[in-house]
């Protein structure tokens, strides 16, 4: 059973930090694309992020370019989102999804198949 689980959320501090994990059962992260979203209340699903399976193609959202870094570990089928400098902003549940790609990815929800339950992040003071 192919399965996405994020993990990492939580309550954070303006200017804190938090890592979100996205790990896959049931399928090999190897050859898949992995996209972080989120989605504010009130607000639709937003790219933030994407790793190619070759690691070629970290695309970021304009609003998290400088703050957040992504990055993925194939031996423990883990891909991470590193958020700093975090700002009310940024509170949103954060999804992570795959999609079977070689070299790219991209920051369109319409283009993955598989999707995690999400983790809320909440950005106050």
């Known amino acids: 059973q192919v399965q996405l689980v994020e993990s990492g959320g939580g309550l954070v501090q303006p200017g804190g930090s938090l890592r979100l994990s996205c790990v896959a059962s049931?399928?090999?992260?190897?050859?898949?694309?992995i996209g972080w979203f989120r989605q504010a209340p009130g607000k639709e699903r937003e790219g933030v992020s994407c790793?190619?399976?070759?690691?070629?193609?970290?695309p970021y959202a304009d609003s998290v370019k400088g703050r957040f870094t992504i990055s993925r570990d194939n031996a423990k089928n883990t891909v991470y989102l590193q958020m700093n400098s975090l700002k009310p902003e940024d509170t949103a549940v954060y999804y992570c999804?795959?999609?079977?790609?070689?070299?790219?990815?991209?920051?369109?929800?319409?283009?993955?198949?598989?999707w995690g339950q999400g983790t809320q992040v909440t950005v106050s003071s």
């Open positions: 999804a795959a999609v079977r790609l070689g070299g790219v990815c991209y920051l369109n929800e319409y283009e993955y198949d598989y």
């Open positions: 049931g399928f090999t992260l190897d050859f898949y694309a």
């Open positions: 790793i190619s399976s070759n690691v070629d193609s970290t």
